[in-house]
């Protein structure tokens, strides 16, 4: 639903700048959404997004200040006392968060959650007229098992507990929803179900939506305007079929061109250098000039306006016209350009060989829970091969028997012709040997690396597993795995607190190669990282493939991703494999319903 223009907008933020002890965060934004209108924030984490959206609901971290003026129907919310500022927040606009879990008290059932929303209106202070309300609002959003009710939320599942937090957001009927980041944490099939409930729910209410989020596939199409965010301040706004067709600003176009295609490989995605900048440092000038091709002296001299090119249609570009052509060439070039995939090599002996692999985990009452059903996988050696499927399919749980952090309860897995069924019964040279042949890279860094060591220490500590290093042949090899992964010598004193999520992922990389491994198990290695951050850690792995002739079970629910790196694909649902064959024939040419589900529930 597209807000009538003429009208009043039902929200108009003005000159919204955001600070914390001094520093600033966001400089002054501006933003309007109209009535029934979706509104996307998009932009890279560090970029201001979620705080601008917290400002707007004055839900602001101790600490952290705004200034500007937020007027919603014409009350401006920054006079409002707190008191004030709380009725309206919960009745006139609401706020869904990226996590549920964070949304949702532990120590309260499901439908609690609701019913506290709800108690306060008079027509159900009864307690069977509450009980009734609550389960109509878990049918809204398509929960119509009445027992999710009486459920705690670590008994759900994410997109189970992502639709209990919508209907708690929703249970006050307001006219704003502020949904930040509601399907990031959700494998793609939940993810589309979700986005499908948020607008299905909007259009039937006549609601208006702000979505904030780094997914430009998402945000396209969604959303019938977007506002793009970097470094604190807004670089280009527009309605989404136009920024889509021809991005103004180079950072936009940035981000378009680091998303990996669905319809075809290339051969290298294009993504932008470094990282964002902390605001503070780059006020004053263009925020995206450090990282921009097409930056000169004068986009440093002073901060660009956000100035209106076309109608509607608003840029922080001031060489705009004169690198437009240039732009769109850049662009063009990338989407007609696919890359052939690599030939399958002839059969020879896998690397990594899993046959009829079952594990069975303990559930609740003594049931049994099946997680892998007789799975059977190989891979080659110097092969990238994509496992593909939703939270649940036993994706990670295979990747883990393959390293020894779980024994299958029947069938065998070999690596490099050793039988690693079980780590545990294995002697120890071929254990060791098992463990520098086969190593893995998970989806989170900061949690696989301790964050009271610097990553010296975390090298080296992997390094002492191969043998006894002498203190400079130590400090050479920690500096030649920092370059593999594309990391300055002197990150070896950083700890992984002051790294960027895309460095703690190449810190995690360069731990898991200091062995010299044949093959990498990477289970879910981009998920939580940003577009532009993605695309540089997927071109490092193609990279270090042919320089290192590495193998990969790459584990993942994102196609568009998988396409990028495997040559041959592996889909799983529900502990089998319901489809296998080369990537560009599964992608491309799917047979099974599932697999053509995966491919339908990525947003275009």
Same mark, same amino acid.
């Given at each position: ?68 003026? #937020? ?71 398509? #929960? ?5 009710? *009486? ?10 507990? =992502? ?108 993504? #932008? ?96 829970? =099946? ?6 996988? *190989? ?59 086969? =190593? ?33 042949? /130590? ?72 320089? /290192? ?24 649902? /529900? ?11 599964? #992608? ?17």
């Amino acid at each position: 639903m597209t807000a009538d223009s003429t009208a009043a907008p039902l929200l108009a933020v003005r000159n919204l700048a955001i600070s914390a002890f001094g520093l600033a965060i966001t400089a002054g934004t501006n933003l309007e959404i109209g009535r029934g209108e979706t509104v996307a924030i998009v932009g890279e984490s560090g970029s201001g997004k979620s705080l601008t959206a917290k400002a707007i609901a004055r839900l602001l971290p101790p600490g952290v200040t705004a200034t500007g003026s #937020i007027l919603y129907d014409g009350v401006d919310l920054m006079s409002l006392p707190e008191r004030e500022m709380r009725e309206f927040r919960g009745r006139r606009l609401s706020m869904m968060l990226q996590d549920p879990f964070t949304m949702l008290n532990p120590l309260m059932k499901s439908g609690l959650h609701i019913a506290e929303v709800l108690r306060g209106r008079s027509e159900f202070r009864g307690r069977a007229a509450l009980k009734a309300e609550v389960a109509r609002r878990l049918g809204e959003v398509g #929960i119509t098992d009445p027992d999710v009710a *009486e459920r705690m939320p670590f008994q759900l599942s994410g997109g189970m507990s =992502q639709r209990v937090a919508l209907a708690a957001a929703l249970a006050n009927d307001p006219e704003l929803l502020i949904a930040d980041e509601p399907s990031t944490a959700l494998d793609v099939t939940t993810q589309a179900e979700i986005i499908k409930l948020l607008k299905r729910v909007q259009q039937g209410r006549g609601m208006s939506l702000i979505l904030i989020t780094h997914n430009l596939r998402l945000a396209f199409s969604t959303c019938d305007r977007i506002y793009v965010l970097y470094a604190g301040s807004l670089v280009e706004v527009g309605t989404a079929r136009a920024v889509e067709e021809d991005p103004f600003h180079p950072y936009t176009l940035g981000l378009l061109l680091s998303e990996p295609p669905v319809d075809k490989r290339v051969q290298k995605l294009i993504a #932008i250098r470094g990282q964002v900048p902390r605001a503070d440092a780059v006020m004053g000038r263009c925020t995206f000039a450090d990282r921009c091709d097409w930056a000169t002296e004068e986009c440093r001299a002073a901060a660009p306006p956000l100035a209106e090119l076309a109608s509607g249609r608003l840029t922080a570009c001031i060489r705009r016209t004169q690198i437009a052509p240039e732009m769109r060439a850049l662009r063009g070039a990338v989407l007609d350009h696919a890359a052939e995939l690599p030939p399958l090599e002839p059969a020879t002996q896998p690397i990594v060989r899993a046959t009829a692999v079952v594990k069975d985990f303990a559930g609740r009452q003594g049931r049994i829970v =099946q997680a892998l059903k007789g799975v059977t996988i *190989e891979v080659g050696p110097g092969e990238s091969v994509g496992l593909v499927g939703e939270s649940g399919s036993g994706k990670t749980t295979l990747g883990r028997t393959l390293v020894g952090l779980e024994t299958p309860t029947r069938g065998r897995i070999e690596v490099a012709g050793v039988d690693a069924s079980d780590f545990a019964a294995m002697n120890n040279s071929d254990r060791a040997a098992t463990r520098r042949t086969i =190593q893995m890279v998970f989806q989170d860094p900061y949690s696989t690396l301790n964050p009271r060591h610097s990553v010296r220490r975390s090298l080296s500590e992997a390094l002492g597993t191969i043998g006894r290093l002498s203190a400079s042949e /130590l400090d050479a090899r920690i500096a030649e795995l920092l370059r593999e992964v594309g990391l300055p010598e002197h990150y070896a004193d950083r700890r992984p607190s002051s790294l960027s999520g895309g460095e703690r992922q190449r810190v995690a990389i360069a731990r898991a190669l200091s062995v010299n491994p044949k093959v990498l198990v990477c289970d879910e290695p981009v998920s939580a990282l940003d577009v532009s951050v993605q695309a540089q850690i997927l071109n490092l792995f193609k990279r270090l493939q042919q320089e /290192l002739g590495l193998s990969y079970l790459f584990i993942t629910h994102d196609l568009a991703v998988v396409r990028q790196v495997a040559q041959r694909i592996y889909v799983l649902y /529900l502990g089998e494999v319901v489809e296998h064959g080369r990537a560009e024939d599964v #992608i491309g040419r799917p047979r099974h319903p599932y697999t053509k589900r995966l491919i339908d529930s990525i947003p275009r």
